[in-house]
């Protein structure tokens, strides 16, 4: 079982739509971090929370450190929001342990 | 352009060359990582420094080899590769346990 786990692997979407991305973890974790990855590979850091919420723009990021789960929403989605979107977490050390992530695609 | 910058982007190299990569960030960073990404696999960590220190080098084959000669600067020196190493290899930096800023990554094939 791997240490991060996301849900679902793939997912479409209309625009317009919606959208949660959820991930879960086994390990204890200073803080998590939501990536977005485009066709070609460049990575985002969307967010880096260790509680509550946070909002950026359509974005929108969740924790429950006690249920050691996130959510990814975003609101009014667009196609330009097609990617992966990548849950990782970091230890006392800092360095990332990543999910599998999120297919994402917005159709028109 | 996120402030990580690699090189090249496109990498085609045969299991008997010796080859570079390099990463160069100017934001101040004081760790520096290097990530492999395989097809349908996780990102896996191969090296971390941080302040110019090796921290973690996690049972990478010692044909990849790093160098940091400082904060602003990170190699990854390959040589005699096999085919499975044909990856998309990411450079990253932060501030030690901050936010991630990630390079567009340098697309690797062995042949």
């Known amino acids: 079982k791997n240490e991060v786990e996301q849900s679902p692997q793939n997912l479409t979407a209309q625009e317009g739509e919606f959208i949660t991305i959820n991930c879960s973890y086994s390990?204890?974790?200073?803080?998590l971090h939501w990536l977005q990855q485009h066709p070609g590979g460049g990575i985002v850091s969307l967010f880096m929370?260790?509680?509550g919420k946070k909002k950026h723009g359509r974005l929108i990021a969740t924790i429950n450190i006690q249920e050691k789960h996130s959510s990814l929403h975003i609101t009014a989605s667009h196609p330009r929001d097609s990617a992966v979107y990548i849950c990782?977490?970091?230890?006392?050390?800092?360095?990332?342990?990543f999910g599998k992530g999120t297919k994402l695609s917005v159709k028109p | 352009e996120t402030g990580v910058t690699q090189t090249p982007r496109h990498l085609v190299m045969g299991m008997t060359n010796k080859k570079s990569l390099k990463c160069e960030q100017h934001?101040?960073?004081?760790?520096m990582y290097w990530y492999k990404q395989s097809a349908k696999k996780p990102l896996e960590l191969m090296f971390v420094y941080s302040l110019e220190e090796r921290v973690e080098n996690n049972s990478v084959p010692s044909r990849f080899s790093p160098e940091c000669p400082n904060s602003s600067h990170l190699f990854l020196h390959l040589h005699t590769l096999q085919p499975e190493d044909s990856a998309l290899y990411l450079c990253?930096?932060?501030?030690?346990?901050?936010?991630?800023?990630f390079g567009s990554g340098t697309r690797l094939t062995v042949v």
């Open positions: 390990v204890g974790i200073s803080a």
């Open positions: 990253a930096s932060s501030q030690v346990k901050g936010f991630y800023t």
């Open positions: 990782a977490v970091s230890g006392s050390q800092g360095n990332l342990i």
């Open positions: 934001l101040g960073h004081n760790a």
């Open positions: 929370l260790s509680s």
